[in-house]
């Protein structure tokens, strides 16, 4: 059976493979293609998720920057082409990076609250809160952490 032998490291993998494909399919359609928003965002969509899948360990938000930055230099060199920027369509390949980090906060939210559902947030560091923190006891409450010294 083929889902037996898959693995996460051969879904980076394929992804990495399908990423220059994809940001090249994503260039293309915004460049030669002169879609409309919603074909723009559907690709830019496609494009976030196979970068995301290809590295895995760079944060997600610096990602889905990259890919706004790369989309809103592919949307100044259409307007150089053609002498006008579509900001409709700019906008909503903004809005689908925008969309996607957020899910990505929510589900950090939720993997927090799987976790450790009655920490107080602001006890919790930003990254590595649930690596680095020894296990709570049930007698005891959580008590903050000491600040490091600037």
């Not at 693995?7 to 030669?32: D, Q, W, Y």
Request: hydrophobic content about 55%; proline content about 7%; aromatic content about 6%.
């Amino acid at each position: 059976m083929m889902s037996s032998l898959l693995t996460p490291r051969f879904l980076v993998n394929a992804a990495r493979l399908a990423l220059l494909p994809c940001l090249g399919g994503l260039a293309a359609v915004i460049l030669g293609f002169d879609a409309s928003p919603a074909c723009a965002a559907a690709a830019t969509f496609l494009a976030a998720i196979v970068m995301l899948q290809a590295a895995p360990k760079v944060r997600a938000a610096d990602m889905l920057g990259i890919l706004a930055l790369v989309v809103t230099m592919l949307e100044w060199v259409h307007a150089g082409m053609t002498g006008g920027i579509d900001f409709v369509r700019w906008q909503a390949v903004i809005a689908v990076s925008g969309a996607m980090a957020l899910l990505l906060k929510i589900q950090h939210f939720r993997s927090l609250a799987r976790e450790d559902p009655y920490v107080p947030l602001r006890h919790l560091e930003r990254r590595g809160a649930l690596l680095s923190r020894p296990p709570l006891r049930t007698d005891e409450t959580p008590a903050p952490r000491a600040r490091r010294a600037a």
